[in-house]
């Protein structure tokens, strides 16, 4: 099964937990070889997508209402950060996805990843992707992990 642009509305009506399993379905189906951790795992899986031996956690936010600009709330507090190695954050814009990114674990907050876009500016930026070449975007941040990871540290130990 292949997502075209115009079914990108296959979110609307969803509950959060078929919001995220729709959200993890669209990403398998970009990957692949890629295994889909539900089918043989079950629910209790750490990550969602094994993908040539790379951990993924997909996570799927709705666009907040009560924010002055566009913002994006993924909770991660339930995600063993140290069984993951990317996670993959859609940002939806009523009911389809606006924005997608591609962040390496190491560097991302133990709680929660807010994402906002503010006159131009969007927070996490770099890390942003479509939908067809997030495997591109994976083995590009791959590259750089190192200095990211560095950079990253150095700004926590202030």
């Not at 669209?26 to 890629?34: D, K, N, R």
Request: charged share 25%.
């Amino acid at each position: 099964m292949t997502y075209h642009r115009k079914d990108k509305t296959m979110f609307k009506g969803l509950g959060e937990h078929n919001l995220n399993r729709r959200a993890v379905d669209i990403i398998y189906q970009t990957l692949p070889g890629a295994l889909r951790m539900t089918d043989f795992v079950g629910q209790a899986a750490s990550f969602n997508i094994l993908w040539e031996k790379r951990r993924l956690c997909v996570r799927v936010a709705r666009q907040s209402r009560a924010a002055r600009f566009p913002r994006w709330v993924f909770a991660l507090s339930t995600v063993n950060k140290e069984k993951v190695d990317f996670f993959i954050f859609i940002a939806l814009t009523d009911n389809k996805i606006h924005k997608l990114f591609v962040v390496p674990a190491s560097i991302t907050p133990q709680i929660t990843v807010s994402i906002t876009e503010s006159v131009g500016f969007v927070r996490y930026g770099m890390f942003e992707t479509s939908l067809g070449k997030v495997g591109e975007k994976i083995e590009e941040i791959e590259a750089r992990l190192p200095e990211l990871e560095a950079a990253y540290k150095a700004v926590k130990a202030k």
